[in-house]
């Protein structure tokens, strides 16, 4: 999982991320901490699994510690993506009792969150086993936290759909309105493009089959959204493109209907639930006597 770090680190500052962080936990110091101990004690601590599910954020907290003292001492017990039942120990820390103290709350706030976004993909992308449809996020994160949320999805078996605004070219519904039309839009972005010498996809969001037929035989796109389509309006847009194009079915789609989506031939499966309506998985930082 180290290689999603360098992967995004262009666009996301791992250790400006910790700082500010911190600036805004501990301000002008971790004063509990502070008052109750010297700086010269040394401590153990484990990380407590309370809870069933995907572990995610080993890495994270990993980088961390090492960030906050590089001769804390982390051993690794249990990998990022693997299956974890209560009471398993994920890992073991040691060092200076107050920086991990200090930082204990940061790492069990991102490992939590993680490992609950990691837990949900897990399970619906088991949902779709046996078929070849893949389960991708969307764009519908928490500010700042992206690239937790979205590496948390790649742990759990899923897979990202476009990191962020400028990494692919999404035509929805409402770009095909403000441009006058479906066609308008695809011409409008494959010009864009050329002109500007960009390599980028092109998805474009259908509303309806007609959209579909409209855009099969114009092309110029990569991907073609199957936007609130039932399974058998999917399965019928899917039979029609031919694997022309790459499909993706997204809209209100739950744990109840997404095996129908997959059943219907869709490559990919976009939840937006996946990063902005799941449930941390329960953690614990505690001392080790």
Same mark, same amino acid.
């Given at each position: 999982?180290? #290689?999603?770090?360098?992967?995004?680190?262009? $666009?996301?500052?791992?250790?400006?991320?910790?700082?500010?962080?911190?600036?805004?936990?501990?301000?002008?110091?971790?004063?509990?901490?502070?008052?109750?101990?010297?700086?010269?004690?040394?401590?153990?601590m484990?990380?407590?699994?309370?809870?069933?599910? !995907?572990l &995610?954020?080993?890495?994270?907290?990993?980088f961390?510690?090492?960030?906050?003292?590089?001769? @804390?001492?982390?051993?690794?017990?249990i990998?990022d993506?693997?299956?974890?039942?209560?009471?398993? /120990?994920?890992f073991?820390?040691?060092?200076?009792? %107050?920086?991990l103290?200090?930082a204990? *709350?940061?790492? +069990?706030n991102?490992?939590?969150?993680? #490992?609950?976004? &990691?837990?949900?993909? $897990? $399970?619906?992308?088991?949902?779709?086993?046996?078929?070849?449809?893949r389960?991708?996020?969307?764009?519908?994160?928490t500010?700042?936290?992206?690239?937790?949320?979205?590496? &948390?999805?790649v /742990?759990g078996?899923?897979?990202? $759909?476009?990191?962020? +605004?400028?990494?692919?070219?999404? @035509?929805?519904?409402?770009?095909?309105?403000?441009?006058?039309?479906? !066609?308008?839009?695809?011409?409008?972005?494959?010009?864009y493009?050329?002109?500007?010498?960009?390599?980028l996809?092109i998805?474009?969001?259908c *509303?309806?089959i007609?959209?579909?037929k409209?855009? +099969?035989?114009?092309g110029?796109v990569?991907?073609? +959204?199957?936007?609130?389509?039932?399974?058998a309006?999917?399965?019928?847009?899917?039979?029609?493109?031919?694997?022309? %194009?790459?499909?993706?079915?997204?809209?209100?789609?739950?744990?109840?209907?997404?095996?129908?989506?997959?059943l219907?031939?869709?490559?990919f499966? #976009?939840?937006?639930?996946?990063?902005?309506?799941?449930? #941390?998985?329960?953690?614990?930082?505690?001392?080790?006597?």
């Amino acid at each position: 999982m180290k #290689s999603y770090i360098k992967k995004h680190q262009a $666009h996301f500052n791992f250790k400006a991320f910790v700082k500010q962080a911190f600036a805004e936990d501990v301000g002008s110091g971790d004063h509990t901490t502070l008052a109750t101990l010297t700086k010269k004690q040394n401590g153990n601590m484990q990380l407590l699994v309370k809870e069933d599910g !995907i572990l &995610a954020g080993v890495e994270a907290a990993r980088f961390i510690f090492k960030k906050v003292n590089p001769k @804390i001492k982390f051993t690794e017990k249990i990998k990022d993506g693997t299956l974890v039942k209560k009471g398993d /120990i994920a890992f073991t820390i040691s060092g200076p009792t %107050y920086q991990l103290l200090t930082a204990e *709350r940061l790492v +069990l706030n991102i490992m939590q969150r993680m #490992s609950g976004v &990691a837990t949900k993909t $897990h $399970h619906l992308q088991t949902l779709c086993k046996g078929t070849h449809t893949r389960v991708i996020d969307t764009r519908k994160t928490t500010p700042l936290f992206r690239f937790f949320e979205k590496w &948390a999805v790649v /742990i759990g078996g899923g897979a990202n $759909h476009r990191y962020a +605004l400028y990494d692919m070219i999404l @035509i929805k519904d409402n770009h095909i309105d403000f441009a006058g039309g479906i !066609i308008q839009a695809i011409d409008a972005a494959s010009s864009y493009l050329k002109k500007n010498k960009l390599k980028l996809a092109i998805e474009v969001e259908c *509303r309806n089959i007609n959209d579909v037929k409209k855009v +099969l035989a114009h092309g110029k796109v990569n991907r073609i +959204l199957l936007d609130n389509f039932t399974p058998a309006l999917v399965k019928q847009a899917v039979n029609l493109i031919k694997g022309k %194009y790459e499909t993706e079915a997204s809209g209100g789609i739950t744990e109840k209907t997404i095996r129908n989506y997959a059943l219907a031939g869709v490559n990919f499966i #976009s939840v937006g639930a996946l990063t902005h309506h799941v449930k #941390s998985l329960d953690l614990s930082l505690k001392a080790v006597k």
